[in-house]
Each structure stands twice: as structure tokens, then as C-alpha cells.
């Protein structure tokens, strides 16, 4: 995957009780904890596999993927993040599971309340 030329994405996969919170309110996190702009990138890593994407297992879920992206391009900002039906997941390497925990160092992503107000230009 490091090669760059499996097509695959570096992706958490997220399962949740819908009774607890909307699918919605996961996706705007997303967009406020990762930078929905940079092109095949995240932070230092760069490449196709750090590519900013959604995956989705049913139409409700990508209309509201799109729907926010569409939100987000009308506050001004350049989005960048590819909506893509979601296929078979692959379990990353013991050593990249719990990385915070087992490290005691924080993620590089900082939220920004991009739903919250333009973007300054």
C-alpha cells in the first residue's frame, strides 16, 4: 500500500448506533478533523493512498456525503474529497492499530469548525 499503485486508501471503518448518533454528524466531524482540500495528502503523507475520500454503503449515505461536500464548496472552501462506494475493508498491520495508545503521541489533525462559518479569503 505504501507503493502508492494498489488503488486501495488508508480508511478507518466506522460502525456506529444510529440510535445514538446520525450518520451526518460522523461525516461532519470527518470534514472537521481532516483536511477535505489537500489533494492525495494528509499532513506529511502524501500519495493516492492518503487521498481524501468517503466511502458509502447505501445511496441515503452518499446523498448526504455529497450534500455536505456541496455545503462545505458553498462556504468557500475547495473540496477535494472523493465519494466512493465502499468495497472490501482490509484490518491495517498490529502496528499501526491504537497508535495514541500504544505511542502516547496525538494525531497531526486539529478540528476546524468548517460547517461554522466561510472560509476567509
Known amino acids: ?14 460502525r456506529y448506533d444510529p ?27 502524501v500519495g493516492t493512498q492518503y487521498r481524501s475520500a468517503v466511502f458509502y454503503a447505501s445511496g ?15 462556504r468557500g472552501y475547495e473540496v477535494v474529497t472523493r465519494v466512493e462506494k465502499a468495497g472490501p475493508f482490509y484490518e491495517a498491520e498490529a502496528y499501526h492499530q491504537n497508535f495514541t495508545a500504544r505511542t502516547g503521541r496525538g494525531g497531526c489533525h486539529l478540528p476546524v469548525k468548517r460547517f461554522d462559518q466561510p472560509v476567509l479569503r
Open 1 to 14: 500500500m505504501c507503493s502508492g499503485t494498489t488503488g486501495h486508501a488508508e480508511a478507518v471503518r466506522i
Open 19 to 45: 440510535s445514538k448518533i446520525s450518520y451526518e454528524q460522523i461525516l461532519r466531524r470527518f470534514f472537521e478533523i481532516h483536511d477535505p482540500t489537500q489533494l492525495n495528502r494528509q499532513g506529511p503523507d
Open 60 to 74: 441515503s449515505e452518499k446523498f448526504i456525503a455529497e450534500h455536505l461536500i456541496e455545503e462545505l464548496r458553498e
